[in-house]
């Protein structure tokens, strides 16, 4: 996908990781989901640990398909250490290495309307399975 001047962009759906695969699993479907809800033709998982591809081994991987923007999406529900931190701390050090790419970051999931939605939902599910046992 292209944006309004014609850059080809990638995304990065960028999780904490897991020492758990099934977790990392999970994120990689996200991911997978992101990219045909979206319409996104380039979307790849990335982990700050315990998982892989790492952000860098992400970006490279979108490049080397012609990418020359990339928006980092954080999968982490607020702007805690790692979005603080870390993950600058990672995207200076990418691009500093990837002067050729443009590189973006999201906001993290918290604040987003459908964030509210979701755990409305969660709620009533709960909710509603509670009743049954009444």
């Given amino acids: 996908m292209s944006d309004r001047k014609?850059?080809?962009?990638?995304?990065?759906?960028?999780?904490?990781?897991?020492?758990?695969?099934?977790?990392?699993?999970?994120?990689?479907?996200?991911?997978?989901?992101?990219a045909r809800r979206g319409g996104l033709e380039l979307v790849e998982p990335a982990f700050l640990e315990g998982g892989r591809?790492?952000?860098?081994?992400?970006?490279?991987?979108?490049?080397?398909?012609?990418?020359?923007?990339?928006?980092?999406?954080p999968y982490f529900l607020t702007l805690g250490l790692h979005l603080q931190r870390d993950l600058p701390k990672l995207v200076e050090q990418i691009r500093a290495a990837r002067p050729d790419l443009r590189i973006e970051v999201?906001?993290?999931?918290?604040?987003?309307?459908?964030?509210l939605e979701a755990l409305l939902g969660r709620a009533t599910e709960r909710e509603a399975s509670a009743s049954e046992f009444d």
């Avoid at 952000?55 to 398909?65: C, E, G, T």
């Fill in 6 to 34: 014609g850059v080809r962009a990638g995304y990065i759906v960028f999780a904490h990781g897991s020492s758990i695969e099934s977790a990392n699993d999970s994120v990689r479907v996200v991911a997978a989901d992101l």
């Fill in 53 to 73: 591809p790492d952000l860098r081994d992400a970006v490279d991987i979108l490049a080397a398909r012609g990418v020359k923007r990339v928006v980092v999406v």
């Fill in 106 to 115: 999201t906001a993290p999931l918290d604040g987003h309307p459908a964030l």
